[in-house]
C-alpha cells in the first residue's frame, strides 16, 4: 500500500521543518532522483510501489550515477542540486525526506534497499547501520 502524496509531502515538511509546502516538495525531489540512481532491480520497484506516484516515477527514471556516492559525495551532490544548500542544510533534507521514505517503506524493505547503498547510508536514512 503506497503512501498518499499528502502524506507523504506532510511527513517531510514536518521532518525538515519547512516553511512551505514547495520547500518539501522540492527536496524530495532532489534526493529520490539522487536515491533512485542507487538503486536496482525489484528492491527499486518494490520501494517505488510504497511511494506517491509522482515520487515512484521520479525513482524509477534517476538521475543515472556513474558511480555509487559515498554517503558524504551523496550530501554534497544534494547541496549541489538544491539553490542556496549548504552541506549542513543538505544533510538536514536529505534526513527529512529519507526517514519517511523508510517510514514508508517499513523496516524488511529498507534493509533491502540499504544492503545496495555504499555503507554510512543508515544514519541517513535515521537507522542505525547494521553491523
Known amino acids: 500500500m503506497s503512501m498518499r502524496r499528502d502524506a507523504f509531502l506532510d511527513h ?7 516553511r512551505t509546502r514547495e520547500e518539501a516538495e522540492r527536496v524530495a525531489r532532489v534526493v529520490l ?3 533512485g540512481a542507487h ?5 527499486r520497484a518494490e520501494l517505488a510501489a510504497r511511494l506517491p506516484e509522482t515520487y515512484a516515477l521520479i525513482l524509477l527514471n534517476p ?3 556513474a558511480e555509487p556516492l559515498t554517503p558524504e559525495r ?3 551532490a544534494t547541496a549541489a542540486w538544491i539553490e542556496g544548500a549548504t552541506e549542513t542544510t543538505a544533510l ?6 529519507l526517514s519517511t521514505v ?4 517499513g523496516d524488511a524493505l529498507t534493509r533491502e ?3 545496495q547503498l555504499p555503507p554510512g547510508y543508515g544514519l541517513l536514512f535515521g537507522h542505525p547501520q547494521p553491523t
Open 74 to 76: 551523496f550530501v554534497r
Open 113 to 115: 534497499v540499504l544492503l
Open 12 to 18: 517531510v515538511q514536518e521532518r525538515g521543518e519547512y
Open 92 to 97: 538536514w533534507d536529505i534526513g527529512a525526506v
Open 63 to 65: 538521475l543515472q550515477a
Open 33 to 35: 532522483a539522487l536515491l
Open 102 to 105: 523508510a517510514a514508508a517503506a
Open 39 to 43: 538503486l536496482v532491480g525489484t528492491v
